[in-house]
């Protein structure tokens, strides 16, 4: 768990970095305006341009690395939920850093959060034991194709289907690469070049990024990072037990549902944070 909390922490506050560098890389274009694939691009290209945006990709990484060690060991909605609780990171440093005043409600949703977070924590057991089907695999990668195209078209959508289009695509993404680090055992390189999982994993990982960094740039994003949160929590979840085998600690099991559920109510209440504030 310790590992999860670490991703959460160094993904929490590289949301607020990315956000702020989005957002002035969008000074003087036109936010609410359609974007095709080419305009996205432009988009992130100039956001890479921005020193907090670069911070932002050192501290997405580590936490990569965290969230690797941690689904290595937890089942995959206790890291699920963690990572959702990022935004209850994001709001603290916001409030720290960027002088953004919490309401009452916002400090007690961080309670929320983490109030859920113990509650997984108590009842998590350990990782399912079983292995992954080819076909679960390949149904990943297929689903990686698929948010790419989701996030590809959803940026030509109307405004107000556009953010929830985006956040669910980003969402799923990362949730196909939660499910595939589970599906990645052998790490030698004829092994990862005959893995379909590993060809998911970069997929929706790169939708995912291209997914959320269009949403950040294209004025609020309260609703696309809540739906990220959605797809990036239930799905993977109800993979893991059903398919992979994850477990909660004799007679728990209510408690992890339940601290499951607190924790993502949380964050969703969070959801503003994605946004950088004026």
């Given at each position: ?69 941690a689904l290595r060991s937890l ?30 409600v916002e400090w007690a949703s961080v ?168």
């Amino acid at each position: 768990m310790v590992c999860a909390l670490s991703a959460a922490v160094c993904f929490g506050t590289a949301t607020v970095l990315q956000a702020v560098a989005a957002r002035a890389a969008t000074a003087g274009t036109d936010p609410a305006g359609g974007g095709g694939p080419g305009d996205d691009a432009a988009l992130l290209l100039r956001a890479l341009r921005q020193w907090r945006y670069i911070a932002g990709l050192a501290l997405d990484g580590l936490g990569f690395v965290f969230q690797i060690a941690a689904l290595r060991s937890l089942p995959i909605y206790a890291v699920g939920a963690a990572l959702a609780a990022s935004l209850a990171v994001t709001a603290v440093v916001a409030a720290r850093l960027l002088r953004v005043r919490l309401s009452g409600v916002e400090w007690a949703s961080v309670g929320v959060v983490c109030a859920g977070l113990g509650m997984l924590g108590l009842a998590s057991g350990t990782e399912g034991d079983r292995a992954g089907t080819d076909t679960l695999r390949y149904a990943m990668l297929a689903t990686g194709v698929g948010v790419l195209v989701l996030g590809l078209l959803g940026g030509r959508l109307p405004e107000r289907g556009r953010g929830l289009a985006l956040g669910l695509a980003a969402g799923f993404g990362f949730g196909v690469v939660e499910v595939s680090v589970r599906l990645i055992d052998d790490v030698s390189v004829g092994a990862l070049v005959s893995n379909a999982a590993v060809y998911a994993l970069v997929v929706g990982g790169g939708a995912a990024f291209l997914a959320l960094t269009s949403a950040l740039q294209r004025g609020a994003v309260t609703v696309p990072t809540a739906g990220m949160v959605i797809g990036e929590t239930i799905g993977p979840a109800l993979i893991g037990v059903v398919w992979l085998g994850d477990r909660t600690r004799e007679g728990l099991g209510w408690l992890a549902v339940a601290g499951f559920a607190v924790a993502v109510v949380g964050a969703l209440a969070l959801a503003r944070f994605g946004e950088a504030p004026e």
